[in-house]
């Protein structure tokens, strides 16, 4: 828990955003290095903040620190509209949403380089309590001015700890990697075996754990050494807006009642052996249902193809990935169970149902500890006639050691 902001007094505070402002700094990014917490605080101007040294540095360059992510001189009137309209074309009907913002590595360096400044400038900050992590997050101040306008426009409700729902902006900066490339420099040892493993240079050298490593615990000099910040060329811009949703689930049994149908579909080198399968004869009513591209089908156990299975029934379970629709009722997905059932004469199902996670291990338990019934066809090799005493024999042996030669569909089967 960061300590309360109070620790330092209200006049240290400003002469601590003015110095970051006189800096290149935009307001937003000068109040987050006094930690203030407070949305409000970032949501609309502070007058009582001087304003004029931001106009005076920063009129036509973005922020040092944010690069005019939350710089009002940059801010894109529309840009909430952009991602809401990005997130509204995809179709996911949950009520809230959660939000993560990628942010580049660059503004890393850039905080890096202005706490320096700010901690020399103003020693009595340095305390064993305030720590660079202390600082409020770009990410959170991100939220903070954008996120009324996208429930707004979304309507859905931010939930800032997590939701089923998330909506990932990435924000890009051109000159990323050239910013970047110090980092290699104040520790060429962390990155030489990154070089190798990735021979495109720009594919994931500057992650933000690399650059956490690197930046934890360095001294002010090596620092310098290697990185002086300057006010930058351009300012961000916004990459893809990315949607998903947590998976749900959803079980049942089957029956199956021919002889020639496989579990799931039986691809023997791409190839599909057999016309259709169980996963796919329920799977093809469920995806239009939720909404979804992708299905991940399991079981408690397997039967051959030309085996059925009778009784109540097989459990299954469906993991519907990426589901875009997730308000449903019970009532509708017996509707569903009902349609699935009139489809075919293949299979039946019952019982289907929407599960949580944690029930599905009962599934895999079930699948150790069921017991089952097999009915034989027996023949007697001398082809001669059993009696009475030999049936209840056979009837009343319990443990029997089966010998069989392995199926081919095991052997073929590709999952
Ligand atoms: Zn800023």
Redesign the pocket.
């Known amino acids: 828990m960061a300590p309360a902001i109070e620790i330092h007094s209200e006049k240290l505070n400003l002469k601590i955003i003015e110095y970051i402002q006189v800096l290149g700094?935009?307001w937003?990014?000068?109040i987050r290095f006094t930690r203030e917490r407070k949305p409000e605080a970032y949501q609309q101007k502070n007058l009582d903040l001087k304003q004029e040294p931001e106009e005076k540095v920063q009129k036509t360059s973005?922020?040092?620190?944010?690069?005019?992510?939350?710089?009002d001189q940059f801010i894109k009137e529309c840009i909430t509209d952009e991602i809401s309209q990005r997130v509204i074309e995809s179709d996911y009907d949950s009520p809230t949403f959660s939000c993560t913002v990628s942010l580049p590595v660059a503004i890393m360096l850039r905080e890096q380089a202005v706490w320096f400044l700010v901690t020399e400038k103003f020693p009595e900050l340095l305390s064993t309590i305030f720590k660079i992590d202390h600082v409020t997050s770009?990410k959170d101040v991100w939220k903070f001015v954008f996120s009324e306008a996208l429930e707004l426009k979304l309507k859905k409700k931010l939930e800032y700890s997590s939701s089923s729902f998330q909506i990932q902006v990435n924000v890009l900066y051109q000159d990323e990697i050239s910013e970047c490339g110090a980092l290699v420099d104040m520790c060429p040892e962390k990155f030489k075996h990154r070089y190798k493993q990735t021979r495109v240079y720009r594919e994931g050298i500057f992650t933000r754990n690399a650059a956490h490593s690197v930046l934890s615990g360095i001294s002010s000099l090596n620092f310098k050494k290697h990185y002086t910040l300057k006010v930058p060329n351009v300012g961000t811009h916004y990459g893809v807006v990315q949607c998903s949703h947590t998976s749900i689930h959803i079980a049942g049994r089957y029956q199956k009642f021919s002889r020639k149908l496989c579990q799931t579909p039986w691809l023997i080198e791409g190839e599909k052996h057999m016309d259709t399968s169980i996963q796919e004869l329920i799977c093809k009513h469920l995806e239009p249902f939720f909404k979804t591209q992708s299905v991940k089908f399991s079981s408690s156990g397997r039967e051959d193809v030309d085996v059925r299975t009778l009784g109540l029934g097989r459990p299954f379970a469906i993991e519907l990935l990426d589901p875009h629709r997730t308000l449903f009722t019970q009532v509708e997905i017996t509707q569903v169970q009902i349609i699935i059932n009139k489809s075919t004469d293949a299979i039946q199902i019952r019982d289907l149902q929407l599960v949580t996670k944690e029930q599905l291990s009962v599934l895999k338990e079930g699948e150790e500890e069921k017991s089952k019934i097999y009915r034989a066809l027996c023949v007697t090799l001398d082809g001669s006639t059993l009696t009475a005493e030999d049936l209840d024999r056979i009837n009343g042996t319990t443990e029997l050691v089966l010998m069989q030669k392995t199926p081919l569909r095991v052997k073929n089967c590709i999952h």
Do not use: D, E, H, T
């Not at 973005?62 to 710089?71: A, H």
């Open positions: 700094s935009c937003r990014c000068a973005p922020c040092v620190i944010c690069l005019g992510l939350v710089q770009l």
